[in-house]
């Protein structure tokens, strides 16, 4: 049984930092390229950032490029989001999800409609405020 859990949100003022974990459990985890994604209850799922089963490449969202980085430890089963100078923006559920791609090559519909989930977490909710 695939076991995921997210950990590491809450409340941060902006300019502040984050790190987000997620650690799967129940399958081979290195089978899967893996994504973080956000919602605003009401509003429409936003890919984040996508790295590929190796974490070789990395995909990121216009509006997180260069302050977002997604990382992944295949020894512990754990992919990571670290989140710096986050904006009231940035506020909303983030969770992982994993994508049975064996390829490096990360298309960037992976970020919309191309990312097959194939597990996802419940999520762990992200507030910037002041």
């Known amino acids: 049984q695939v076991q995921v859990v997210e950990s590491g949100g809450g409340w941060v003022q902006p300019g502040g930092s984050l790190r987000l974990s997620c650690t799967v459990s129940?399958?081979?985890?290195?089978?899967?390229?893996m994504g973080w994604f956000r919602q605003v209850p009401g509003n429409e799922r936003e890919g984040v950032a996508i790295?590929?089963?190796?974490?070789?490449?990395?995909l990121y969202a216009d509006s997180v490029k260069g302050r977002f980085t997604v990382s992944r430890d295949n020894a512990k089963n754990i992919v990571y989001l670290l989140m710096h100078n986050l904006k009231l923006e940035d506020s909303a559920i983030y969770f992982c999800?994993?994508?049975?791609?064996?390829?490096?090559?990360?298309?960037?519909?992976?970020?919309?409609?191309?990312?097959?989930?194939?597990?996802r977490g419940q999520g762990t909710q992200v507030t910037v405020s002041s």
């Open positions: 790295i590929s089963w190796s974490g070789a490449n990395d």
């Open positions: 999800a994993g994508d049975p791609r064996y390829d490096e090559a990360l298309p960037l519909d992976m970020l919309r409609d191309g990312f097959n989930f194939a597990f």
């Open positions: 129940g399958l081979t985890f290195d089978d899967y390229a």
